[in-house]
């Protein structure tokens, strides 16, 4: 990603999903943005809940408005050189052009920063799913 300016960094609910660790996502993107949030086509509740939950702490989220106004909104009040949204379909990125910000797929986002995605976590072995138990008499 470019480092030069200023950034404000939005991420659509779904792509935020879509990482190993949505905190230490945000937490490392403070340290080259000056704004990161949430917006999303759900309603508030479910965006605060995953927040919450992920104990990520939002400069801005959708609030009750949809993707487009929001991001439109958030491009009003938050003045930065750079306004990237990082989302997961060409939905997103039909929706990124139309509010003139640059969209970034989040896998792409994911390579260029050295985020883990949720899918490349190694399974974590359960150990009551073997046959033997080294512990059993």
Not at 103 to 131: N, R
Request: glycine share 6%; net charge negative; aromatic share 10%.
């Amino acid at each position: 990603m470019d480092n030069s300016g200023t950034m404000t960094l939005a991420f659509e609910l779904e792509a935020l999903k879509d990482v190993a660790d949505p905190n230490a996502v945000f937490e490392d993107a403070r340290q080259w943005t000056k704004y990161v949030g949430v917006v999303s086509e759900k309603p508030t509740y479910v965006v605060t809940n995953f927040t919450r939950k992920e104990r990520i702490r939002q400069d801005f989220f959708s609030g009750p408005r949809g993707v487009e106004e929001s991001l439109e909104n958030v491009k009003r009040q938050f003045d930065t050189d750079r306004h990237v949204f990082v989302g997961t379909s060409d939905e997103d990125k039909a929706t990124a052009e139309a509010c003139e910000w640059e969209f970034l797929h989040v896998e792409d986002a994911a390579e260029a920063a050295g985020w883990e995605l949720a899918g490349d976590t190694a399974d974590e072995e359960d150990p009551f799913e073997t046959e033997t138990r080294d512990d059993w008499p």
